[in-house]
């Protein structure tokens, strides 16, 4: 992806996450090591961590990240 469009994920995805998830969830974007099904549920407990103010949580599978 080009920065612009990294930019853009970006500022679209912290009107809904914090600044450490929002950057954390862009990077696993980049991630082409990452599979999809370990995207998906660490989106899914990104957003369940959010809720709970758990502002730094790490999903499993995206520690190096």
């Known amino acids: 992806m080009k920065k612009l ?3 853009k994920i970006n ?3 912290l ?6 998830h929002a950057d954390l969830v862009t990077r ?3 991630d082409d090591n990452m599979p999809i099904e370990v ?3 660490g989106c899914r407990e ?5 809720l709970m103010e758990d502002n730094e949580f ?3 599978g995206w ?3």
């Open 5 to 7: 469009e990294l930019e």
């Open 11 to 13: 500022e679209l995805l």
């Open 15 to 20: 009107k809904h996450y914090n600044v450490f």
């Open 28 to 30: 696993a974007i980049q």
């Open 39 to 41: 995207f998906e549920r």
């Open 46 to 50: 990104i957003q369940k961590a959010e």
């Open 58 to 60: 790490v999903p499993k």
């Open 63 to 65: 520690e190096k990240v």
